[in-house]
Each structure stands twice: as structure tokens, then as C-alpha cells.
């Protein structure tokens, strides 16, 4: 079962530009990186980590030191319905923990191809539009907000 806690990561460049990942199982379903935490105790900032390596490739403790941040800020959303099976009987509700993520500008994905099938580099304010979810669209602009 998933635990309902997960963190997402905004990964960008010097530029601004924002790495948007569509899902395999979900046609147009354009999101940032995303993912439930493997433990309840399990260290955020590493789940956070864990997952950009799973979903892109990308070796966060190969990036220069600060490059993975906690942006600090948390919402609660409604898990789909369709997707409720993979939690807990009667869970309907997941915590979800912000992180920004800046790469070197030639930075290669390599997406995992279970999970997706496409990535774009995007401008942030064409990310933050395109995104599925839209507190997916709402981290990306409270980042550069925040810049």
C-alpha cells in the first residue's frame, strides 16, 4: 500500500526553464516529478531525491551541494479516485512536500519508461500552464515567486 505522504520536485535550469515529465499511464498528463514515500519515517529530502533518480536519471548527490531544496510549504489534495486502490482502506486525502531542484543547463534525462514517456524543458510560466494538476502549476510559480 502507499503511504499518503509524497513530495514534488520542480527541476529547472539557470534559465528558468522547467522540466515537465508526461505520465505513461495517463495520456497528457504532464506533471513534475512526484512520489509517495517508501517508509512513514522516511527523510523527505531524500524521498525527494530518491525520486528524480527514479523518474529522470538524474543523480541528485552528483549536483553541487544545495542544489535540491525544500521550498517548505505542504498541501493536501484529494487522491484521485481511480487511484485510491493503491492506498490504505478509507485513505482519500495525501500530504504532499514542495521541492525546488536547480541542474546544470545540459543536464540529460533519462525518463523511466514504466512511469514516462515524453519530457519537455519549458519556460516556467508554459509549465506551470501545462501541468495536470494545478498545485503542480501553483509550486512551479511560488518558486520563481519566490526568486
Excluded at 527523510?43 to 544545495?66: C, H, K, M, N, S
Excluded at 519556460?123 to 502549476?137: D, I, T
Aim: hydrophobic residues 40%; contains cysteine; charged residues 25%.
Amino acid at each position: 500500500m502507499k503511504i499518503p505522504i509524497s513530495v514534488l520536485v520542480v527541476i529547472y535550469k539557470s534559465n528558468r526553464d522547467v522540466l515537465l515529465i508526461e505520465r505513461a499511464d495517463r495520456s497528457s498528463f504532464w506533471q513534475s516529478v512526484t512520489g509517495s514515500l517508501d517508509a512513514p519515517d522516511e527523510d523527505l529530502t531524500l524521498a525527494a531525491a530518491r525520486e528524480v533518480f527514479e523518474e529522470t536519471g538524474i543523480a541528485v548527490e552528483a549536483l553541487p551541494a544545495g542544489a535540491l531544496r525544500n521550498m517548505h510549504h505542504q498541501i493536501e489534495y484529494e487522491i484521485y479516485p481511480e487511484w485510491r486502490f493503491r492506498y490504505a482502506p478509507g485513505v482519500t486525502k495525501n500530504t504532499e512536500h514542495w521541492f525546488a531542484l536547480q541542474v546544470p543547463d545540459d543536464t540529460q534525462v533519462k525518463l523511466a519508461p514504466r512511469e514516462h514517456v515524453a519530457y519537455e524543458w519549458l519556460p516556467f510560466q508554459e509549465a506551470a500552464k501545462k501541468c495536470f494538476s494545478r498545485s503542480n502549476g501553483d509550486a512551479i510559480l511560488k518558486l520563481f515567486s519566490a526568486n
